[in-house]
Antibody, heavy 116, light 107 residues
Framework: EVQLVESGGGLVQPGASLKLSCVAS????????MSWVRQTPGKTMEWIGD????????NYAPSLKNRFTISRDNAKSTLYLQMSNVRSEDTATYYC?????????WGQGVMVTVSS | DIQMTQSPASLSASLGETVTIECRAS??????LAWYQQKPGKSPQLLIY???SLHTGVPSRFSGSGSGTQYSLKINSLQSEDVASYFC?????????FGAGTKLELK
């Protein structure tokens, strides 16, 4: 059974950094592109970016490219999202997804709240 | 960026009814479109990919169609478990973009 389990969310102050993790199981992690998607409290879905199966290539939403970094550790079957200089508008539920085509599996999501 | 305009924003329908949700892309996305269902408090789930291919395990009452800039999701014989929000997403070109969603309720 494919499982994606995110962690690392919580309450964080504006300007701080945060690293989310997503542990994958039930499939060969190193065979798949993976992505991060977020959903705002108002339910708007926003694609954050993705990473190639071997970690050699990433794509990002232009508005987030300078602050967010996606990486992966295939030996640990883990996807990461490093968030820096967070802002109130980064408050959302963050999902990791398995890709291709479409996002065929989603994690349960992890909430990030940016507030002082 | 490719803009995805999804309609309607909300929809009320009766059990057994046929429902159609539409997404219009701001440019041709060459069938690079997926539809997702999100039930309250749950993660989204893939229904349709490549505009018209049914994801494994999805009931056959769900279908996708369209081409170019116009796409639709049809739900035949609406069931109570179909109450959810539905999103389209284009993956033809970066950055990938989502529609604003359609909230489907029972009448």
């Amino acid at each position: 059974e494919v499982q994606l389990v995110e962690s690392g969310g919580g309450l964080v102050q504006p300007g701080a950094s945060l690293k989310l993790s997503c542990v994958a199981s039930g499939f060969t992690f190193s065979d798949y592109w993976m992505s991060w998607v977020r959903q705002t409290p108002g339910k708007t879905m926003e694609w954050i970016g993705d990473i190639k199966y071997d970690g050699s290539y990433t794509n990002y939403a232009p508005s987030l490219k300078n602050r967010f970094t996606i990486s992966r550790d295939n030996a640990k079957s883990t996807l990461y999202l490093q968030m820096s200089n967070v802002r109130s508008e980064d408050t959302a539920t963050y999902y990791c997804t398995r890709d291709g085509p479409g996002k065929d599996y989603w994690g349960q999501g992890v909430m990030v709240t940016v507030s002082s | 960026d490719i803009q995805m305009t999804q309609s309607p924003a909300s929809l009320s329908a009766s059990l057994g009814e046929t429902v159609t949700i539409e997404c219009r892309a701001s440019e041709d996305i060459y069938n690079g479109l997926a539809w997702y269902q999100q039930k309250p408090g749950k993660s989204p789930q893939l229904l349709i990919y490549n505009a018209n291919s049914l994801h494994t395990g999805v009931p056959s009452r769900f279908s996708g169609s369209g081409s170019g800039t116009q796409y639709s999701l049809k739900i035949n014989s609406l069931q109570s478990e179909d109450v959810a929000s539905y999103f389209c997403q284009q993956y033809y070109d970066y950055p990938y973009t989502f529609g604003a969603g359609t909230k489907l309720e029972l009448k």
